[in-house]
């Protein structure tokens, strides 16, 4: 099966700066924000999101990295951090690929227990093929795909992400 590529490098690079800002405005009145990545490509875009924000924003900002059981998403959910360390503050869950919705909907209603200042929820790429009713606050780009089609996001080791539909 053929492989396209739907975002280079730099496209990827400018998303991550244009959510970044967004966030920023979105947060501007937080003084502490958590990013919550779902591991584990949802956690390495949300770092690369975080030192974006580092370097526009003043704001004091937590990872988290959220392990989601896929296969079984209304399995226990675990965090990298506390529920105290991230109650009464701003919050986005991010996520690589934004396809069905099922674990993005799922890591949202674990956040949900606790008392938060804002909730917001960000992707790379989203799908539109929900199955349940979540979307993307911030998104990279919106891709209307058939359900055979796959997305699939790379982040190498030496820093050449790439983001391809096969």
Sequence with gaps: M???IILTHQE???KIKRIAYQIYETFVDEE???IAGIATNGFIFAQKIATALQEIATLKIALCEVTV??????APIQTSISKE???NKGLIVVDDV???GTTLIYAVRHFLDV?????????LVDRNHKKYPVKADFKGISLSTSLLEHV????????QNTAYLS
């Design 2 to 4: 053929s492989q396209n």
């Design 152 to 159: 699939r996001v790379v982040f190498d080791e030496n820093g």
């Design 32 to 34: 502490e924000i958590v």
């Design 85 to 87: 360390e991230y109650a």
């Design 69 to 74: 059981n896929k296969q079984h998403p209304e």
């Design 115 to 123: 008392p938060l200042t804002k909730f917001k929820t960000a992707v």
């Design 98 to 100: 934004l396809n069905s």
């Design 12 to 14: 990827i690079e400018h």
